[in-house]
């Protein structure tokens, strides 16, 4: 006769699931789930609107489609003639004024998926799942698996964040870099092992060759070391030659910049009027770029961990605040983006100390109740989020591809938007792009402007001097210089260029309404041009002048 089943007790079923699912295999579920709904958000709406984010998105999206087509070419012969007849064409480069990295990931994304807005933001997401995935590891390795999700979801789904998980912008890229290189540095602080020090240095080089604003890493590895008391893992000789080996990379990068850019300390510096609340500003934007609910919470989080945590994980995420605070204070030139970089430090107080098995059981029911509670909003309003947009340039770009080359002089808000389209649409490579014909501005105004032209007789000199034989201009954009005046004057009323295509621009951002892009081409024929085409170039230490026989074909 068959013995009886034995009564499985209590305890046995949380046991087999701890053995069917241990701590690590877990961690890499949640992970992965965590990855999956963030996708999932980043990819709602992906294909709306254009380049606009700062302006500095058009650069970054130009720039690397200028990679992609070195990439393609291999000019190793002549790469600076290269360079400097490919701005001639398509006036619209980064790489004087940024490291490298993010724009030969971006150009290989170009090169593989094609140049469009969807491949940019897709090298974007990227960046971000990549960062998150860290992230989670992170704090993980400082808590345990769940905490690491739900610190993961709020992270990605903070306003600041979701902004820019969501733009051609450096910032995301280089949060990113930091967030796996602190990981590492986190790692190598507690268990000293080599493979984790060989890691962190190349993460570290990662973000250097991204922004230089990853110069808060070394201020928050000194602070960790100093409060930890653990100087033995860089005071050898094998710490001090992975740092030789890191300088050597990133050193060059950053004299080579310096050695190029006339301009790069006036744009560091930026500008007296940056420096309003010097102490205070990025105290005064943290409520709008966290959301009052996640900084409530991590002012209450890091208040709880004031009294029961583990005294190493508050000092490294404190240290994380103070190194970004003390940094980005101290740089002049100030803008609230750069609190990106910090924002991890705050998802970790907003949720670490409320799950921690530190705290006595009702408060950590009531803590997760509201830590969910404010990740179940922020997680719809990403859900709902629209970037902030504009689009029309991509049509006009395709309607001028489509005609017979030349020289296009334009005069708009955004002509790094439309000069990316019109290298991706035009791969021959018929058009020159002339934004720099009638004003050059050094980056934004304030830091230096020089006028080409002051009324109608000097827009028409050039004009007709550069055998210009199309024209794009925006309509009811803000002018600020009379040559912009002049040559709609010119256009209006001499009857020297005819309209062929008027686009209204669409956009959801204020001041933006009423807004379009009409397209002329001149009435009469136009001879190519000869001569020489000088562009005044402020970033550099010297202008570039190519005939203007060299610009067209490839």
């Known amino acids: 006769m068959p013995s009886p089943a034995p009564i499985q007790s209590p305890t046995e079923s949380p046991q087999r699931f701890d053995t069917a699912f241990p701590p690590a295999r877990r961690g890499f579920l949640l992970m992965v789930l965590c990855l999956a709904l963030v996708t999932g958000v980043l990819l709602r709406g992906i294909r709306k609107g254009e380049f606009s984010e700062n302006v500095d998105e058009t650069v970054h999206a130009a720039t690397g489609l200028y990679v992609a087509s070195f990439l393609h070419d291999l000019p190793l012969r002549h790469p600076v003639q290269y360079t400097y007849r490919y701005y001639a064409q398509y006036p619209s480069l980064g790489i004087v004024m940024y490291p490298p990295l993010f724009y030969l990931v971006e150009g290989v994304a170009f090169l593989v998926l094609g140049a469009s807005v969807l491949t ?11 960062g998150l995935a860290f992230w989670f590891k992170l704090v993980e390795e400082l808590e345990d698996e769940y905490t690491a999700a739900l610190s993961t979801l709020l992270l990605a789904f903070l306003p600041a964040v979701l902004r820019y998980e969501k733009s051609v912008m450096l910032d995301l890229p280089l949060m990113a870099s930091c967030i796996a290189a602190s990981y590492f540095w986190v790692v190598y602080l507690r268990r000293g092992t080599r493979r984790s020090l060989y890691w962190f240095a190349a993460f570290l080089c990662m973000a250097f060759l991204t922004k230089h604003h990853a110069i808060y890493l070394l201020v928050w590895c000194l602070l960790t070391l100093t409060a930890l008391g653990k100087w033995d893992r860089v005071l050898n000789w094998r710490a001090v030659g992975v740092a030789a080996v890191c300088f050597l990379v990133v050193a060059p990068v950053y004299f080579l910049q310096i050695l190029m850019n006339a301009s790069l300390s006036v744009n560091v510096k930026g500008t007296s009027a940056d420096s309003t609340m010097q102490w205070g500003y990025y105290w005064s934007v943290l409520p709008e770029l966290l959301g009052w609910g996640a900084l409530t919470l991590s002012v209450l989080g890091i208040l709880m961990c004031m009294r029961r945590s583990k005294r190493e994980n508050v000092i490294i995420m404190l ?7 003390i940094i980005f204070t101290l740089i002049h030139h100030k803008e609230a983006r750069y609190i990106l970089y910090w924002v991890p430090a705050f998802a970790y ?8 098995k530190t705290q ?6 009531a803590g997760i109740a509201a830590v969910a509670v404010v990740l179940a909003f922020y997680t719809a309003r990403g859900w709902n989020y629209q970037r902030r947009y504009v689009s029309g340039y991509a049509e006009v770009a395709q309607r001028l591809a489509h005609m017979e080359g030349g020289l296009v002089l334009v005069d708009m808000d955004l002509p790094g938007n439309f000069t990316f389209f019109m290298r991706a649409f035009d791969p021959a490579r018929r058009f020159v792009i002339l934004r720099k014909a009638l004003y050059e501005v050094r980056t934004i105004r304030e830091w230096g402007v020089t006028e080409f032209a002051h009324n109608q007789s000097d827009v028409e000199q050039i004009l007709k001097a550069d055998g210009v034989r199309y024209i794009v201009v925006e309509k009811n954009m803000p002018l600020h210089f009379a040559s912009q005046t002049a040559l709609r004057d010119v256009l209006d009323h001499t009857g020297q260029y005819k309209v062929l295509e008027t ?30 085409l000088h562009i005044k170039m402020p970033t550099l230490r010297h202008d570039i002048d190519l005939p203007f026989g060299q610009l067209t074909g490839k």
């Open 349 to 356: 107080f907003a949720v670490a100390p409320f799950t921690g």
């Open 120 to 130: 940019a933001r897709l090298t974007i997401m990227f960046f971000a799942l990549f």
């Open 503 to 532: 686009v209204p621009i669409e956009s959801n951002m204020g001041g933006w309404e009423g807004r379009s892009l009409i397209l002329y081409e001149s009435e009469a024929p136009v001879a190519p041009p000869k001569g020489i």
């Open 319 to 325: 240290s994380w605040i103070v190194s970004c605070y």
């Open 360 to 365: 006595g059981r009702a408060i950590r029911i």
